[in-house]
């Protein structure tokens, strides 16, 4: 059965007599008036004032009698039923948290089992083709393609390998356009075929292009 953080109302509606007994509203010898005032008072229907009044007599914390009403019999089992139904509330309340939390978790295994599955598939399906791997090259000063844009290069038209990347200084241009101005000191991440290197070179200017990776 779903617990919830709000115990019942007719269990509200004693713990709030209960309080009046703590606090001295109500004191030991008191009679609290019948099902008209109590209903009027809780906005809520005879029946649950009825619960209510009929688990603090179970309690010892009033009198119930027939034609006489309830009398405040002891102030200090109200303020043991008040404590515990405070303990209480505040355990559904972590329950109901701990219920969220574990939910939260379970998705966020969900997600993270989905994105390795999908990493994993990426990695089969790159480890077992030989075709393209990344490469690493630095524009050093003098190139053939120093303050030229990619796309008045055709880099990859000429050479057959894809700019994936261009790291300028500190920036990262994932995919950059065929605006992108290439300068001395940026750094190239090609994806091609080994056999593309040489034509790779020879664009760059073999001369004036540092090659910073190797294949794996």
């Given at each position: ?36 005032l ?11 004032v ?19 009403g ?9 303020a ?16 109901a948290?701990?219920?969220e ?6 998705a966020l295994?969900?997600?993270?089992k ?31 393609v ?5 796309g ?7 050479t057959g ?8 200084g ?12 290439l300068?001395a ?9 080994l ?5 790779v ?12 990776g190797?294949p794996?």
């Amino acid at each position: 059965m779903r617990q919830t953080a709000n115990p019942p109302v007719y269990a509200q509606v004693a713990f709030d007599i209960a309080a009046k007994i703590v606090s001295g509203e109500l004191k030991e010898g008191d009679r609290f008036s019948g099902r008209s005032l109590l209903s009027s008072q809780y906005g809520v229907s005879f029946e649950t004032v009825r619960r209510a009044v009929g688990l603090l007599n179970d309690l010892g914390i009033v009198s119930v009698k027939n034609n006489i009403g309830s009398t405040v019999t002891s102030q200090k089992r109200a303020a043991e039923y008040v404590e515990q139904y405070q303990a209480n509330r505040d355990l559904l309340a972590l329950k109901a948290k701990m219920r969220e939390l574990i939910a939260q978790r379970d998705a966020l295994n969900e997600e993270i089992k989905k994105t390795y599955g999908e990493i994993s598939e990426l990695w089969e399906r790159f480890r077992s083709s030989d075709r393209f791997r990344t490469y690493e090259f630095i524009i050093q000063p003098g190139s053939l393609v120093e303050e030229k844009s990619i796309g008045d290069l055709q880099f990859r038209q000429q050479t057959g390998a894809t700019i994936v990347a261009v790291q300028k200084g500190e920036q990262l241009l994932l995919s950059p356009d065929p605006q992108t101005v290439l300068k001395a000191g940026d750094t190239l991440v090609l994806a091609c075929e080994l056999s593309h290197i040489d034509a790779v070179f020879s664009l760059l200017g073999k001369d004036h292009a540092d090659w910073q990776g190797t294949p794996e």
